[in-house]
């Protein structure tokens, strides 16, 4: 192995920038010629250079874009790639292990629905600024004694919603994954406040069936139904532009210097993550699969510790 190359892809989480160095690093530590793709599997399309970014790429989909990119690689010499990102990623990662393009995954979502790791880089950060957020709208929601809703990325997956309503004390929580119709929201409230509480937080998820606008729109056209008001605020990309966590560091940098590793022994065509406490690896044809499902216990508990 001589000439390896990196790339970030999809959506950004942070933290990202530690797997690159760490890959980079550890390469360099082999004698590796190390190489850096702009603008993610767009990049390898227009033969990107050292400047790193993200994008999604949904023309890699194609079978004829994807010999394009792997005819560039050839050109450049590059032996080897490393793919940080998330399911469309490492699913763009597969199909091109599966042209024999030697590829190592590095599991990076802040939505945590990725096969091959219990947690993804970014998803610590995205989780803590969630926190902190919810920790501050409590205290005026006491106030004020009003509803918010707390709207929060995710895509269609409620990993980081349901954690976030769990840790902050959420009365109730917005999922994908669990149907919720307002009316059924608003009796949640309801019940919360006849129990003596101040205030009323509501975590959505992006994805959920009503998102917090939906329900925003219910609960104001029901105002003298319902008998409180309710304010909504959108996180939205905050989450991902937090500085990265230390955890958010640590773990992308034994996931970077893994990659490495795996590729100085030959081994490929896998995403690295953590298991169970441990680096460790899965193949790309488990991972591309689809989304990894949430964790029910996750779902039991929010909801236990919501009444």
Same mark, same amino acid.
């Given at each position: 192995?001589?000439?390896v190359?990196?790339?970030?892809?999809?959506?950004?989480?942070?933290?990202?920038?530690?797997?690159?160095?760490? +890959?980079v690093?550890?390469?360099?530590?082999?004698?590796?010629?190390?190489f850096g793709?702009?603008?993610?599997?767009? &990049?390898? #399309?227009?033969?990107?250079g050292?400047?790193?970014?993200?994008?999604?790429?949904?023309?890699?989909?194609?079978?004829?874009? !994807?010999?394009?990119?792997?005819?560039?690689?050839?050109?450049? &010499?590059?032996?080897?790639?490393?793919i940080?990102?998330?399911? &469309?990623?490492?699913?763009?990662a597969?199909?091109?292990s599966?042209?024999?393009?030697?590829?190592?995954?590095?599991?990076?979502?802040?939505?945590?629905?990725?096969y091959?790791?219990?947690?993804?880089?970014? +998803?610590?950060?995205?989780?803590?600024v969630?926190?902190?957020? #919810?920790?501050r709208?409590?205290?005026?929601?006491?106030s004020?004694?009003?509803?918010?809703?707390?709207?929060?990325?995710?895509?269609?997956?409620g990993?980081?919603?349901?954690?976030?309503?769990?840790?902050?004390?959420?009365?109730?929580?917005v999922?994908?994954?669990?149907?919720?119709?307002?009316?059924?929201?608003?009796?949640?409230?309801?019940a919360?406040?006849?129990?003596?509480?101040? %205030?009323? #937080?509501?975590?959505?998820?992006e994805?959920a !069936?009503?998102?917090a606008?939906?329900?925003? %729109?219910?609960?104001?056209?029901?105002?003298? !139904?319902?008998?409180?008001?309710?304010?909504?605020?959108?996180l939205?990309?905050?989450?991902r532009?937090?500085?990265?966590?230390?955890?958010?560091?640590?773990?992308?940098? !034994?996931?970077?210097?893994?990659a490495?590793?795996h590729?100085?022994?030959?081994? %490929?065509?896998?995403?690295?993550g953590?298991?169970?406490?441990?680096?460790?690896?899965?193949?790309?044809?488990?991972?591309?699969?689809?989304?990894?499902?949430?964790?029910?216990?996750?779902?039991?508990?929010a909801? #236990?510790?919501?009444?």
């Amino acid at each position: 192995m001589k000439r390896v190359a990196v790339l970030t892809s999809g959506g950004d989480a942070p933290g990202m920038n530690a797997a690159i160095r760490a +890959v980079v690093r550890s390469g360099i530590e082999k004698g590796w010629s190390m190489f850096g793709v702009r603008q993610g599997f767009a &990049g390898i #399309i227009q033969q990107g250079g050292t400047m790193l970014g993200t994008t999604r790429c949904p023309e890699f989909a194609q079978e004829s874009v !994807r010999r394009h990119a792997v005819g560039v690689l050839d050109k450049l &010499g590059i032996e080897a790639v490393v793919i940080i990102g998330g399911n &469309g990623s490492q699913t763009g990662a597969f199909a091109l292990s599966q042209m024999g393009v030697p590829v190592m995954g590095i599991a990076s979502t802040i939505d945590n629905d990725l096969y091959g790791s219990d947690v993804t880089i970014g +998803v610590d950060t995205a989780l803590n600024v969630a926190l902190e957020a #919810i920790d501050r709208l409590k205290v005026t929601a006491s106030s004020h004694q009003r509803a918010f809703l707390i709207e929060v990325m995710g895509r269609d997956c409620g990993y980081l919603a349901l954690t976030a309503g769990i840790a902050g004390g959420a009365e109730a929580v917005v999922i994908p994954e669990v149907e919720m119709n307002p009316e059924q929201l608003a009796q949640e409230l309801r019940a919360s406040f006849e129990r003596g509480k101040p %205030h009323g #937080i509501v975590v959505v998820a992006e994805g959920a !069936r009503y998102n917090a606008d939906e329900l925003s %729109h219910y609960f104001h056209a029901n105002r003298e !139904r319902l008998g409180f008001q309710i304010r909504t605020t959108t996180l939205g990309h905050i989450q991902r532009g937090g500085t990265p966590t230390a955890f958010d560091r640590l773990l992308a940098t !034994r996931l970077g210097h893994a990659a490495v590793e795996h590729l100085a022994r030959g081994e %490929h065509g896998s995403l690295v993550g953590l298991l169970k406490g441990e680096v460790g690896s899965t193949p790309l044809s488990v991972v591309a699969q689809g989304a990894k499902p949430l964790d029910p216990t996750l779902i039991e508990l929010a909801r #236990i510790l919501a009444r």
